[in-house]
């Protein structure tokens, strides 16, 4: 079965660091690969997503993610985060072979950010 | 505007009572699930539905039911709720079967006292 992993489970960075957060997965071949924002009180908003080809992917809100085959990986980078980055943060899967609609999650990401 | 939207918003009941939570999105999508975020957990998906008629089961169903009588809407249905189910409930929908769960609505939080 597949399953995701997000390592950290709460972050901490000052506003304008960059930022890196982990997502690994366990899938027989290589599956689809999102990433989820939940602000406070919000549903969840996709970032970005990959399904072939590039390897890193560019997202909305200036994020960007790579996808690395070897390390079943595909972390999450912001080069500079902003005071309105401080969310929750979700890697999901889908299988790429069909059944796309059933995505799994990670357990999620809180990044604070600092002053 | 595209949106999925849920109703309620917030719910208290106690248990054994039933209830539905429904959900609706004006996009015209296939694809709608649900889903139930807990803490430390994430989110996992309860059932999903391909299309009008056709659903499925996803990783956590028990004591659910859902139906898809209209391509916009998918109620989540609870005959007999108990305090195990309280929890964040997200619906979800997307256009076709290569598509992500882009559009998710605003969430139901429901307490099953």
Same mark, same amino acid.
């Given at each position: 079965a597949q399953s995701v992993t997000q390592p950290d489970i709460h972050i901490t960075v000052s506003e304008g660091a960059s930022l890196e957060l982990r997502c690994n997965y366990s899938y027989g071949a290589t599956p689809y690969l999102f990433w989820y924002v939940q602000s406070p009180g919000q549903g969840l908003q996709l970032l970005l997503k990959y399904f072939s080809g590039d390897t890193l992917v560019q997202g909305i809100k200036g994020f960007e993610a790579e996808f690395k085959r070897s390390q079943s990986s595909f972390n999450l980078r912001k080069p500079s985060v902003h005071w309105s980055d401080a969310a929750e943060y979700f890697c999901a899967v889908a299988p790429s072979q069909g059944g796309s609609e059933k995505l799994v999650f990670g357990k999620g990401t809180k990044l604070t950010v600092n002053p | 505007e595209a949106q999925v939207t849920q109703n309620p918003r917030y719910l208290i009941t106690v248990t054994g009572k039933k209830l539905t939570v429904t959900c609706s999105q $004006?996009? $015209?999508?296939?694809y709608m699930s649900w889903y139930r975020q807990d803490p430390g957990l994430g989110l996992r998906q309860i059932y999903y539905s391909m299309n009008v008629e056709v659903t499925d089961k996803g990783d956590v169903p028990e004591g659910y039911k859902v139906s898809r009588k209209e391509k916009r809407n998918f109620p989540l249905i609870l005959e007999s709720p108990s305090p195990n189910q309280t929890s964040l409930y997200f619906c979800a929908s997307s256009l076709g079967v290569a598509g992500p769960h882009k559009y998710f609505g605003p969430g139901t939080r429901l307490t099953v006292l």
């Open positions: - | $004006n996009m $015209n999508h296939e």
